[in-house]
């Protein structure tokens, strides 16, 4: 069993940043990647970013590159994601995410657990 829990949620001001953080507990071995989705009202879950555990790689919704950064300690086994200049349109509840096998990273489907989700308000 995995539990992941994600925190640093809140409200900010369009063009504010905000940390996301996203902590692996359990039986955490053979970990292939960890990523982040998102959930606005009435839309559905979204890919938003993902890193390799080994080799760091990551990858990025068109929608939030060069604005969001994914990051990992593995020593901690928690994944962060850095947003700034937030827009209104971002506004969703974030999602964190664990595969054990590389099948894809853009697809819900591709990862085996999923943390409860923290909320993310950002007001115009």
């Known amino acids: 069993q995995v539990q992941l829990v994600e925190s640093g949620g809140g409200l900010v001001q369009a063009g504010g940043s905000l940390r996301l953080s996203c902590a692996a507990a359990?039986?955490?071995?053979?970990?292939?990647?960890m990523g982040w989705f998102r959930q606005a009202p009435g839309k559905e879950r979204e890919f938003v970013a993902a890193i390799s555990r080994s080799s760091g790689s990551t990858y990025y919704a068109d929608s939030v590159k060069g604005r969001f950064t994914i990051s990992r300690d593995n020593a901690k086994n928690t994944a962060y994601l850095q947003m700034n200049s937030l827009k209104p349109e971002d506004t969703a509840v974030y999602y964190c995410?664990?595969?054990?096998?590389?099948?894809?990273?853009?697809?819900?489907?591709?990862?085996?657990?999923w943390g409860q989700g923290t909320q993310v308000t950002v007001s115009s």
């Open positions: 359990g039986r955490t071995f053979s970990v292939y990647a």
């Open positions: 995410a664990l595969s054990r096998d590389y099948s894809g990273i853009y697809s819900r489907n591709d990862y085996s657990y």
